[in-house]
């Protein structure tokens, strides 16, 4: 292949005509003449007891079709990409976990009066200690988010002998670093349009998905229906970065579609899709590394904390696979972590590009930084003397057989930076 045949050269984008054009049909764009307008009442606390739901004034409103709770649907099943733990409609009795929860799901001839209803049903609440800390959460005695235990999910990692790595350690080093909640911020909110057959029960949904067959899948479940009364149309997608494998207008639309027979939308404001959709996860990441006077590394031990929010989406996977990148494309013999992800009454956080990586990358090439300081050698030097190569094992155990260029991409990336800026890396510095 010729060497940077893509970077810096344009590249054709087989859907950019219709996009540049108007012709790109998004959900928000799907009409149906005789279509109704979906809004969704949110929880009015993060984390609170709902002890009664009116609808009285909202269901008077002139073009209200219809306002559906969870008494409506009492056979609901909780939804979510690996746990299912995410309620569809919370009802009397039930418990908010963040501001995203829906309370009720108002159906009317326009999104004007629609969002006006929204603002006349009053919930009643009895609130909870909120919990935005995961190390509160992580507490003895905290207030259980979940019932369960507001500790999701504990991973582990281990390779070597870690206390024999930093016994041969000559330098040691130990941080900690802290990331922070982060949205995808897809320039297509959350929407999609449903309509209802009645004759053959299937539901017909055109609205953006990551993972369509497990999106299908969810929603059958959470609705107890069978696969194939579920049909998913994916329009353009409109940016998703990870957010959109997350449900999010699609159980909402099938029961306003279910109970009107009619065809509905639904489309969220931009404040509504920062508050009910999931963000990058931010990770709590604790750092201490070894090495020789040489700069060789023999030792890595992590502690993350990963603050999953309400509900689980990506969060067991997530901060799982950041542990495992923990030392980066270095070799370290010794290797020992330990991950915990954390319920927590802040929006849940879910995928992001990097999956949990991005975050670790922060942790690990600030720790080469500053121990290269500390050795008083280049950084380039450090990362090329401990850079895998083929052969090299990952802290997890895979031994890497090929496509391992990571030496080559450091040695190409310094060669561009003094090329392009005429100065070399120390003055760069």
């Known amino acids: 292949m010729k060497p940077n045949k893509y970077i810096g050269e344009n590249v054709f984008k087989v859907d950019a005509k219709d996009k540049v054009v108007g012709n790109a049909i998004y959900p928000d764009d799907i009409y149906f003449e005789d279509m109704l307008y979906v809004k969704i009442k949110r929880a009015p606390h993060p984390h609170a007891y709902i002890q009664k739901i009116d609808t009285n004034k909202a269901e008077s409103l002139s073009g209200v079709v219809k306002i559906i709770t969870a008494k409506d649907f009492p056979n609901l099943k909780k939804f979510g990409l690996i746990i299912k733990d995410q309620p569809v409609l919370v009802g009397i009795g039930e418990k908010t976990r963040f501001m995203g929860d829906a309370i009720a799901i108002v159906v009317a001839k326009s999104k004007e009066v629609a969002t006006q209803a929204i603002n006349l049903i009053n919930v009643e609440i009895k609130e909870l200690e909120v919990i935005t800390d995961p190390f509160r959460a992580m507490q003895e005695g905290a207030p259980k988010i979940h019932e369960k235990g507001n500790i999701l999910v ?14 041969e350690s000559e330098v040691i080093i130990e941080r900690e670093y802290k990331t922070q909640h982060v949205d ?47 049909r998913i149309i994916q329009p353009i997608i409109g940016g998703a970065f990870g957010r959109k494998e997350d449900i999010s207008v699609h159980i909402h639309l099938a029961l306003a579609a279910i109970s009107t027979k009619h065809p509905v939308k639904l489309t969220y404001t931009r404040e509504e899709s920062m508050i009910a959709q999931s963000k990058r996860h931010p990770l709590y990441i604790k750092a201490k590394t070894g090495a020789t006077k ?77 121990l290269a300081e500390k050795l008083k050698m280049s950084p380039i030097e450090l990362r090329l003397k401990n850079a895998y190569t083929v052969g090299s094992t990952t802290p997890n155990g895979q031994k890497l057989t090929q496509s391992v260029n990571v030496i080559k991409t450091i040695e190409e990336a310094v060669k561009l930076a003094i090329g392009k800026e005429g100065v070399n890396y120390e003055e760069k510095r």
């Open 154 to 167: 504990t991973h582990y990692l281990d390779k070597g002998d870690i206390k024999k790595g930093f016994e």
């Open 184 to 230: 995808q911020l897809p320039l297509q909110v959350e929407s999609g349009v449903a309509t209802y057959d009645e004759k053959t029960g299937v539901i017909t949904i055109w609205a953006a998905t990551q993972w369509l067959h497990d999106t299908q899948a969810d929603i059958a479940q959470a609705l107890n229906l069978p696969k194939e009364k579920i």
């Open 294 to 370: 040489n700069g060789i590394l023999k030792a890595w031990q992590v502690e993350v904390v990963g603050d999953t929010g309400a509900y689980a989406s990506s969060g067991p996977a997530v901060v799982h696979k950041g542990m495992y990148h923990c030392t980066g494309p270095y070799n370290v013999p010794n290797v020992k972590g330990v991950s915990y992800a954390v319920y927590t009454n802040n929006t849940y956080a879910g995928a992001m590009r990097g999956f949990g990586t991005t975050q670790m990358a922060f942790a690990y090439e600030s720790q080469m930084n500053i």
